[in-house]
């Protein structure tokens, strides 16, 4: 039995929480974090919203742990306030999606980042079978998801059956009958996971396929399943599969992402180190415990206490999961004083800061008089895992992108030369033309991270300059990178029948080749802020409703290209439209991540965000404040 789940908090620490205890509050917090972490991140099946959604489990904790009666009860009373926190962001998405014309069929969306079922692979070192069984959760039918997170933790020796029931509100003879019922659906799941992955191949299981885009859900199980009970050569893969209760006993949780958990105490820290994911915090009444007003708890070190991770920080000012333990740190200590959550005016409509503040970056090549930074970036306080920049080499580039607060960045290569990467940012390399498609620049990607942009607007010849077919041919040595890979970002067009993307797309299907995310690019050119957030909402409406992939948004801006000259609005209109257009982003469930154009300010470059290091325009000041 793993020792993390049941190192939750005892009887007395509880009890002493309750009556106020600042030091026994952060210490219940700290232990509850790891199971909170687990339950909420597989049953939203690595959603960019798990940081929230844990961090509201984790406010209504301390809100109302002095009501509860039975501090001995205390894991199950947590686990059904987990449960709780879950069905309602799946209420919200729903209305969400009904809301909005054209999205109702949108499903959830997973962060390839966060995606729970290859963290558990990557993380606990899974192998063979157990892998396929991780694998296999990914095509459960969604209201499985959340039972699958609390029977998981179950095998694996966290909780028991009755807190299982307790938090689902069910007895356990229906527990019992819904747990067999999705195990049958993963063990038929675990059958596709074997036959897909078989070498050689069953021929006939790839006329199956010939329609799946390559993304699992519990239709393609149906029908993939269908074909393995009745073919024998796929029927014969799956005679050697072990029972999944056997594979899954004695596994522990899956470790706390690094960057939350530095903050916990030794006791309940994590038993191996991870990428960082920090909760971000909802506003919300002031934690139980003696602490002074408008004072922040701080830990035995000195630094921020757990609770005041998990309540005293505006909503979304918390590190993705590449994001380290300062940026967290320097999100909680400027948190009241640069993003207030409710501003009266938007806080770029404010004078400078003397402090240095953020910026963005253009889709330009690197300028090559560009000089490396002398010193090291201050740690941003990365305000949205989504929120990033395209950046070129200018003077003051490296303290500018710290300033931005931009949690990943691009400079149209596979490196980032002068450019010094932020503490909690990161960056992302692209192969940027046919002529990048080397050894070195593909070794270059496969050690710069998990994720490849590909083609910079082939459909240009001022750009990448390609054929359909050229990108196809080269698209299986990119493949061999492992990387997780955007798809060639076109100028315009993306969702046109016929067009460069929609033709690229019908070959990478055809050939089997794989393409993880969409990625666009979008520049408007009505300046008024209303109808420029509607015809960019309706582009990436039609790119998903036509692809059903995630999609990258990594250029936009308002510039009217006309004649051969650029034409710009206002910098007020400007900082109008990305405060606007950021707010709606934020709400479409399958985009994943957007990159504004770009970083640097100059008479030629007017979208910009820093004319130096430290000196925002106003744009620049809108895109630290957003979200």
Same mark, same amino acid.
């Given at each position: 039995m793993s020792s993390?789940g049941?190192?939750?908090p005892?009887?007395?620490?509880?009890?002493?929480?309750?009556?106020g205890?600042?030091?026994?509050?952060?210490d219940?917090?700290?232990a509850?974090?790891?199971?909170?972490?687990?339950? @909420?991140?597989?049953a939203l099946?690595?959603? /960019?919203?798990?940081?929230?959604v844990?961090?509201?489990t984790?406010v209504?904790v301390?809100r109302?742990?002095?009501?509860?009666?039975d501090p001995a009860?205390?894991?199950?009373?947590? @686990?059904?306030i987990t449960i709780?926190?879950?069905?309602d962001?799946e209420?919200r998405? *729903?209305?969400?999606?009904?809301?909005?014309?054209?999205?109702d069929?949108?499903h959830?969306?997973p962060?390839?980042?966060?995606d729970?079922?290859?963290?558990?692979?990557l993380?606990?070192g899974?192998?063979?079978?157990r892998?396929e069984?991780?694998e296999?959760t990914?095509?459960l %039918?969604?209201?499985?998801?959340e039972?699958?997170?609390?029977?998981?933790?179950?095998e694996?020796?966290?909780?028991?059956?009755n807190?299982?029931?307790?938090a689902l509100?069910?007895?356990? !003879?229906h527990?019992?009958?819904?747990?067999h019922?999705?195990k049958e659906?993963i063990q038929?799941?675990?059958?596709?996971?074997?036959?897909?992955?078989? *070498?050689p191949?069953?021929?006939?299981?790839?006329a199956v396929t010939?329609?799946?885009d390559g993304?699992p859900?519990?239709?393609?199980?149906?029908?993939l399943?269908?074909?393995v009970? %009745?073919c024998?050569?796929?029927g014969?893969?799956?005679?050697?599969?072990?029972?999944?209760?056997?594979?899954l006993?004695?596994?522990?949780?899956?470790?706390?992402?690094a960057?939350?958990?530095?903050?916990?105490?030794?006791?309940?820290a994590?038993a191996a180190?991870?990428?960082a994911?920090?909760?971000?915090?909802?506003?919300?009444?002031?934690?139980?415990g003696?602490t002074p007003?408008g004072?922040v708890?701080t830990d035995?070190?000195g630094g921020?206490?757990?609770?005041?991770?998990?309540?005293? *920080?505006?909503?979304g000012?918390?590190?993705?999961?590449?994001?380290?333990?300062?940026a967290?740190?320097l /999100?909680?200590?400027m948190a009241?004083?640069?993003l207030?959550?409710?501003?009266?005016?938007?806080?770029?409509a404010a004078?400078p800061s003397?402090?240095?503040t953020?910026v963005?970056t253009p889709?330009?090549?690197p300028?090559p008089?560009?000089?490396?930074?002398?010193?090291?970036p201050?740690?941003?306080?990365v305000s949205s895992?989504?929120k990033?920049v !395209? @950046?070129?080499?200018?003077?003051?580039?490296?303290?500018?992108l710290?300033?931005?607060?931009?949690?990943?960045?691009y400079?149209?290569?596979t490196?980032?030369?002068?450019?010094?990467t932020?503490?909690g940012?990161?960056?992302?390399?692209m192969?940027r033309?046919a002529?990048?498609?080397?050894?070195?620049?593909?070794?270059?990607a496969?050690?710069?991270?998990p994720?490849?942009?590909?083609?910079?607007e082939? %459909?240009l010849?001022?750009q990448?300059n390609?054929?359909?077919?050229?990108?196809l041919n080269?698209?299986?040595?990119?493949?061999?990178?492992g990387s997780?890979?955007g798809?060639?970002?076109v100028?315009?067009?993306?969702?046109?029948?016929?067009?460069?993307?929609?033709?690229?797309?019908? !070959?990478?299907r055809a050939?089997g080749?794989?393409?993880?995310?969409i990625?666009?690019?979008?520049?408007?050119?009505?300046f008024?802020?209303?109808?420029?957030?509607a015809?960019?909402r309706?582009?990436?409406?039609a790119?998903?409703?036509?692809?059903?992939k995630?999609?990258w948004?990594?250029?936009?801006?308002?510039i009217r290209?006309?004649?051969?000259?650029?034409?710009?609005?206002?910098q007020q209109?400007q900082?109008?439209?990305?405060?606007a257009?950021?707010a709606?982003? !934020?709400q479409?469930?399958?985009?994943?991540?957007?990159?504004?154009?770009?970083?640097?300010a100059t008479?030629k470059?007017r979208?910009g965000l820093f004319?130096?290091?430290?000196?925002?325009?106003?744009?620049g000041?809108?895109?630290?404040?957003? *979200?």
């Open positions: 993390a049941r190192a939750l005892d009887v007395g620490l509880v009890v002493a929480a309750r009556q205890d600042q030091r026994a509050l952060d219940v917090v700290a509850s974090l790891p199971l909170v972490y687990n339950i @909420v991140g597989r099946r690595g959603h /960019a919203d798990v940081d929230d844990v961090q509201e984790l209504r301390i109302y742990l002095p009501a509860l009666n009860a205390y894991r199950s009373w947590l @686990v059904a709780r926190q879950v069905r962001w209420t998405r *729903r209305v969400a999606l009904n809301r909005d014309a054209g999205l069929a949108i959830n969306v962060d390839p980042a966060s729970f079922a290859g963290m558990t692979i993380r606990l899974l192998t063979d079978q892998r069984v991780a296999a990914r095509w %039918d969604p209201d499985d998801q039972l699958l997170s609390l029977w998981w933790l179950e694996t020796g966290e909780i028991a059956r807190e299982v029931a307790d509100g069910l007895s356990p !003879g527990v019992a009958v819904r747990i019922r999705m659906q038929s799941a675990r059958g596709v996971v074997r036959a897909l992955r078989a *070498r191949g069953c021929p006939d299981l790839g010939t329609e799946w993304t859900s519990s239709l393609w199980r149906k029908r399943a269908r074909h009970r %009745d024998a050569f796929c014969r893969l799956g005679t050697t599969l072990l029972p999944i209760d056997r594979l006993a004695g596994l522990p949780l899956l470790p706390l992402p960057g939350l958990g530095a903050h916990l105490p030794n006791a309940a994590p180190a991870a990428p994911v920090a909760p971000p915090a909802p506003t919300a009444g002031p934690a139980a003696p007003q004072a708890p035995a070190g921020p206490s757990v609770v005041d991770l998990a309540v005293n *920080r505006p909503r000012l918390v590190p993705s999961l590449a994001a380290g333990v300062a967290a740190v /999100a909680i200590t009241v004083v640069i207030p959550d409710e501003p009266s005016a938007p806080s770029w004078p003397a402090a240095p953020a963005a889709s330009v090549a300028s008089s560009a000089r490396p930074s002398s010193k090291a201050v740690a941003p306080a895992a989504r990033g !395209g @950046v070129w080499n200018f003077g003051g580039a490296s303290q500018a710290a300033n931005s607060r931009a949690s990943w960045y400079t149209w290569g490196q980032h030369p002068g450019i010094s932020p503490r940012a990161t960056f992302v390399p192969i033309s002529e990048n498609v080397t050894a070195a620049e593909l070794a270059r496969k050690a710069a991270g994720y490849l942009l590909t083609f910079n082939p %459909d010849p001022e990448a390609m054929t359909v077919e050229q990108a080269l698209w299986p040595q990119l493949m061999a990178t997780k890979l798809s060639p970002a100028a315009w067009g993306a969702p046109d029948p016929q067009g460069w993307l929609d033709r690229f797309m019908t !070959g990478a050939r080749h794989r393409v993880d995310f990625t666009l690019h979008w520049f408007g050119a009505d008024t802020t209303a109808t420029a957030v015809q960019l309706q582009y990436l409406q790119v998903y409703q036509r692809y059903r995630p999609i948004l990594t250029e936009f801006a308002l290209f006309a004649g051969g000259a650029s034409q710009f609005p206002s209109e900082a109008a439209f990305l405060t257009a950021t709606m982003l !934020g479409l469930p399958y985009l994943q991540r957007y990159a504004w154009f770009g970083l640097p008479d470059d979208s004319s130096d290091g430290t000196e925002a325009t106003v744009v000041r809108a895109f630290q404040a957003a *979200r």
